[in-house]
């Protein structure tokens, strides 16, 4: 089975700090991509990458960037958190050939911002 | 341009009777569908997929869904409710290729009582 990790399943920070979030897949995909998760919104794509070092900002980007320097991991940065950014944060991947749709999720990183 | 529209925030369902979610969605183009489940806690799992073949869709644990072009519906059915069915739903629609991002609906919490 295709097992996507995210390191850290609960998170508490301050406002201004520097945040990683770190996901690594087992399944050697190409995509990977980085969605926020809020209450009566659905997700919301942040970030993806087709390949190492390829990032694209999804629909919300501002307040992130990421990291994509090995095929397997694909990091999601706040550089200075904001209580705006207390969230669920939803990683994924997908394989090339695979549908757009058919993602792999992790189990998510809920990250409070005080 | 593509959205989605799930019609109900909530629905509550007695255990042993049928389950009913309700999605709409409009995209210029020849439509891929999905349906996602979300446990509490829990990153997603794809429940089932359309893809231009087959109207009707089966997926895992006794879930299928109708795609009805006239319509515009992609609504997910299960005959019996069970308890371990509670549980958030997305819908999503996307092109059926190329890196097209996804359009995930705002989710339908179901609630099963005995």
């Known amino acids: 089975d295709v097992k996507v990790t995210q390191s850290s399943r609960y998170l508490v920070k301050r406002t201004g700090e520097k945040v990683f979030l770190e996901c690594v897949q087992d399944?050697?995909?190409?995509?990977m991509f980085w969605y926020r998760q809020d209450p009566g919104l659905g997700l919301r794509l942040i970030y993806f990458?087709?390949?190492?070092?390829?990032?694209e900002k999804g629909d919300i980007p501002e307040g992130y960037s990421v990291s994509r320097e090995k095929k397997e991991r694909f990091s999601l940065i706040l550089e200075s958190a904001s209580t705006n950014q207390t969230s669920m944060y939803l990683c994924?991947?997908?394989?090339?050939?695979?549908?757009?749709?058919?993602?792999?999720f992790g189990e998510g990183s809920r990250l409070t911002v005080l | 341009a593509q959205s989605v529209t799930q019609l109900d925030s909530h629905v509550s369902v007695s255990e042993g009777t049928p389950v009913l979610l309700r999605c709409n969605y409009s995209?210029?183009?020849?439509?891929?569908l999905f349906w996602y489940v979300q446990h509490p806690n829990k990153g997603l799992q794809l429940l089932l997929k359309?893809?231009?073949?087959?109207?009707l869709v089966k997926g895992i644990n006794g879930f299928e869904a109708e795609f009805k072009k006239s319509e515009t519906s992609f609504h997910l059915t299960k005959p019996s409710a069970h308890m371990s069915d509670a549980a958030e739903y997305f819908c999503?629609?996307?092109?059926?290729?190329?890196?097209?991002?996804?359009?995930f609906g705002k989710g339908t919490m179901l609630l099963v009582s005995p």
């Open positions: 999503v629609v996307t092109l059926i290729s190329g890196y097209s991002t996804l359009t």
């Open positions: 994924a991947s997908r394989g090339t050939g695979a549908l757009p749709g058919e993602l792999f």
């Open positions: 995209s210029s183009y020849s439509p891929s």
């Open positions: 990458s087709y390949d190492v070092k390829m990032k």
């Open positions: 359309y893809t231009s073949a087959a109207t």
């Open positions: 399944m050697d995909h190409e995509n």
